[in-house]
């Protein structure tokens, strides 16, 4: 079974400091990953995508990825009040006929301190 | 980013009546729709792949005969829940596909009395 572990928080950063959000998913069949946030009552926005391992930088945000250690984080530089949401680390696989499905984690609730 | 669309954004119906949710995507064609249900405070659950022209999978545990959808168009995708009972009440979320990145509408949070 197909699993996505997050901490759930909630974390908490000040205002301006950056925000450390992780993620370990257990299937090595995993190509391509994804960041949501999820503000209250609202569905999913997708926020980054990364394909490769490294760094890939999107203004204030940065997704890292490892697949040698089945590992996905994503960094919020100079953290705001309205980055406060859940965010939700969804690896995918893709099967034969060339489609892909998304394995949610149960998302980590960042919470930014003005 | 890919827009899709839902409607309606909220409904209220009573317990044995039939509830139906649009999902579209208004800028692109989407060959692949797919249905969420969230509860409160637990994570996205896939209940169901929608392929235009060609009948919907369902993940293990999602009754097919409840949950009907229907994948009409390459822009048109409709779930209805048919017999509603309040267990049914949840955050009903669809999904579309571009290439390689997944959009979800906006939501339609159904509440059974």
């Known amino acids: 079974q197909k699993e996505v572990e997050q901490n759930s928080g909630p974390l908490s950063v000040p205002e301006g400091a950056i925000a450390s959000l992780n993620c370990t998913y257990s299937?090595?069949?995993?190509?391509?990953f994804f960041w949501y946030r999820q503000y209250s009552g609202k569905s999913p926005e997708l926020i980054m995508s990364i394909y490769s391992n490294g760094d890939k930088e999107d203004g204030r945000f940065t997704a890292q990825l490892n697949k040698a250690s089945q590992y996905v984080s994503l960094l919020i530089r100079d953290s705001q009040p309205s980055d406060s949401a859940t965010y939700l680390c969804a690896p995918a696989a893709y099967s034969g006929a060339g489609s892909y499905q998304l394995t949610f984690g149960k998302g980590t609730k960042l919470s930014v301190i003005p | 980013g890919a827009v899709v669309s839902q409607h309606p954004s909220r409904v209220i119906c009573k317990s044995g009546t039939s509830v139906k949710i649009e999902c579209r995507s208004l800028d692109f064609q989407a060959t692949t729709m797919f249905w969420y249900r969230q509860f409160p405070k637990q994570s996205l659950m896939l209940m169901a792949t929608s392929n235009e022209g060609s009948k919907a999978t369902y993940e293990q545990g999602v009754e097919k005969d409840k949950f009907l959808i229907n994948h009409a168009s390459l822009t048109l995708s409709t779930l209805t829940v048919t017999s509603a009972h309040p267990e049914d009440s949840s955050f009903y979320i669809c999904?579309?596909?571009?290439?390689?990145?997944?959009?979800f509408g906006p939501g339609t949070r159904l509440t059974v009395t």
């Open positions: 299937d090595r069949g995993s190509q391509s």
């Open positions: 999904s579309a596909r571009v290439p390689d990145e997944q959009y």
